[in-house]
């Protein structure tokens, strides 16, 4: 195993760029810019259905959720936008001019931080904790130049766990002790990992996924004040650069994994990896997750014939039957550059 884990207080200029910061600061989600939009197919699901979808826009640089019922998706209808703001508690020196093209947004129930639900966003230069649906800034933690965070999940403990993507042997995967009050919510553990893009705590397994040149599982220390991650398990995948990790939500022995050879599903017991049917099996998909209860996979997946801001984006979310792979229906919204649309499941733990 080629990692080193070092225990550091986070104003090390070597590892976090601003320091990590908590605060209980209030104040409400700024509201999306207007975007054009084109036509969608019409979809079956109704507005009551879980879930709504949350995408990452680089058009705008901001978070929004959307409903799946709603056609055509517009700035009318967002359910829930969000970027760092100083109303919301973020520093203007510090923290908001890292925060740049967001590259995952989780919601979870979490009670350490005051409230039942807490919103997990990441960018390429700050990871962050806010209230959700209040946008309230909680924790957050800026990276030096050169970091590319892919991917942030919150631990039930209240502990944050980062990836970075940078290419070669400085990408890694970091837990830090986001729990604790100030000043020890600095603490954290860093783990040489190779194109680092997603991580996922895994309830039923009590367990963290982390997915970059291999799919990594580890287990949390019991160290609150002094987080570490000890790794358990390492496949190979069925194609290179794995990209994202979400919950096969009817099945807790199952995970979603894309590459940008492919999608697959992961069978945690057997360690096998499975493609998937029809037309959902896609290359560079950047978001892969599923609906639950409605039999329905959820992509967004890279198009550089319909989005020309960059080189990943695309302006559609596609929902695809889980069974069959048909696609069942699109939702685009033409002014858009999302990089990630996932299902919004506030119920995942």
Partial sequence: MNSKTILNVCISLAFC?????????????????????????????????????????????????????????????????????????????????????????????????GGSQVIIAASYRLATIATYPGGVHKWACGFPAGVVLHGVEVLPSGNCVVVNADTGSKGYVRIFSSSQPPPNHTVSSIYNFPTAHAVLWDASHNCLWALG???????????????????????TLPTAWGHDLSAYTSNSSLMWVSTNGGT??????????????????????????????????????????????????????????????????????????????????????
Avoid at 223 to 231: I, Q
Wanted: proline share 6%.
């Fill in 264 to 349: 697959y599903i992961f069978n945690k017991s057997s360690g096998t990896f499975s493609s998937l049917p029809g037309a959902a099996e896609n290359t560079f998909v950047k978001g892969l997750s599923d609906q639950p209860g409605q039999n329905q996979i959820v992509e967004t997946v890279m198009d550089n014939a319909g989005c020309t801001l960059n080189g990943w984006c695309t302006r559609t979310v596609t929902f695809y039957d889980l069974s069959t792979g048909a696609r069942i229906a699109t939702r685009t919204v033409g002014a858009a550059a999302f990089y990630k649309g996932k299902t919004w499941d506030p119920s995942y733990y």
């Fill in 213 to 235: 040149n291999t799919l990594r599982k580890y287990t949390v220390g019991p160290s609150l004040t002094k987080p570490t991650l000890s790794l358990v398990s390492t496949y």
């Fill in 17 to 113: 760029f601003t320091g990590c910061s908590r605060n209980e600061n209030g104040g409400r989600p700024a509201q999306p810019t207007e975007m054009s939009i084109r036509p969608a197919v019409t979809f079956a699901a109704t507005a009551a259905a879980c879930c709504w979808i949350s995408t990452t826009n680089d058009a705008d640089h901001k978070i929004e959720v959307w409903d799946p019922a709603d056609n055509p998706w517009t700035t009318s209808n967002i359910k829930w936008s969000w970027q760092p703001t100083t109303a919301l508690g973020y520093d203007a020196t510090t923290e908001i001019p890292l925060w740049s093209d967001p590259t995952d947004v989780k919601v979870r129930n979490n009670t350490v931080f």
